[in-house]
């Protein structure tokens, strides 16, 4: 039977602490607040804003919304980064991206302070991930993964894994963070020549490919953990689905993320975990 490795109790355990370590700051005068620049009003990005203000609300992370009309332009967010940088009171900041298309998102991110980027966007914080330093944080849906395989008791050292997808975002920030852990990683892409014999190798998949159907029956097999990430609309069913066929999983493999339910409710908590360390950082 394929068991479901479900983010609720992962979150709910990483709340937990980080609610302890947010009332240790408070008990400092330190309340740890995370700054949200949006521009625009996009659906996905206020369902999120609404999400990550929801989970640091919850354990004691303060929030600001720094909501810019949509025809800001990238001298405005600068303005806005820099301000961002220069306030102490503030101690992360997501950026909702991506970015409207006359904004230069490159710029804005790299203008971003790494001590204050929770969300893995800038530079620096893509070093620390790529040379396994504490130098800014991870991505947080990258960091969700591993807290979630974590969480599991899925051993790493050793074992043979397989990424879907390769993006700054995602993919070679988890391929990365898994080689760190001593696992052997293959980092794949929607081009990969037979995606499916790469996969089937691997104990442990990752697909954060972005499309719907990605993975299917070919590419799995028995013992196989799979972490999919991916989060499409199926005007079929009228629902949510990830990038893997969960229908042809289940039943076949280990064990395997629900979509939804599973990666995305862990990464609003690594996001709060990471305000509340660079509170902690800044004190020390």
């Known amino acids: 039977m394929t068991e479901l490795l479900r983010g609720a109790p992962v979150a709910a355990a990483i709340s937990e602490e980080v609610a302890a ?12 607040t995370l700054a949200i620049l949006r521009v625009g009003q996009r659906p996905d990005d206020l369902s999120y804003e609404r999400a990550a203000a929801r989970r640091c609300e919850k354990v004691g ?30 101690h992360g900041c997501l950026i909702m991206r991506p970015l409207p298309a006359h904004v230069d998102e490159a710029a804005v991110c790299a203008a971003l302070d ?5 969300d893995g966007v800038t530079a620096g914080s893509l070093y620390g991930v790529f040379a396994a330093r504490p130098v800014g944080f991870p991505p947080c849906t990258a960091q969700a993964v591993l807290a979630l395989l974590d969480h599991y008791g899925i051993r ?11 993006s700054l975002v995602i993919g070679r920030p988890v391929a990365m963070m898994l080689l760190a852990r001593d696992a052997t990683v293959t980092l794949c892409h929607t081009r990969t020549a037979d995606l499916a014999a790469e996969l089937r190798d691997a104990d442990v998949v990752v697909v954060a ?59 609003t908590a690594i996001l709060a975990r990471h305000v509340v360390e660079a509170a902690e950082r800044s004190c020390s």
């Open 21 to 32: 370590r947010a009332a240790s700051l408070a008990g400092r005068g330190v309340v740890p």
């Open 61 to 90: 992370v303060g929030v600001r919304r720094l909501a810019l009309p949509e025809d800001a332009g990238t001298e405005v967010l600068l303005d806005a980064v820099c301000l961002v940088n220069k306030d102490p009171s503030i």
């Open 114 to 118: 790494p001590a204050k980027d929770v």
């Open 156 to 166: 790493l050292s050793g074992a043979r894994a397989a990424v879907v997808g390769r």
């Open 209 to 267: 490919a972005g499309h719907a159907g990605t993975v299917g029956a070919d590419a799995l097999r028995p013992g196989q953990v799979v972490v999919d990430v991916g989060i499409n609309w199926d005007e079929r069913s009228q629902s949510l689905v990830g990038d893997v066929d969960a229908a042809a999983a289940d039943g076949v493999v280990r064990a395997i993320t629900p979509v939804p339910g599973g990666v995305g409710s862990v990464t």
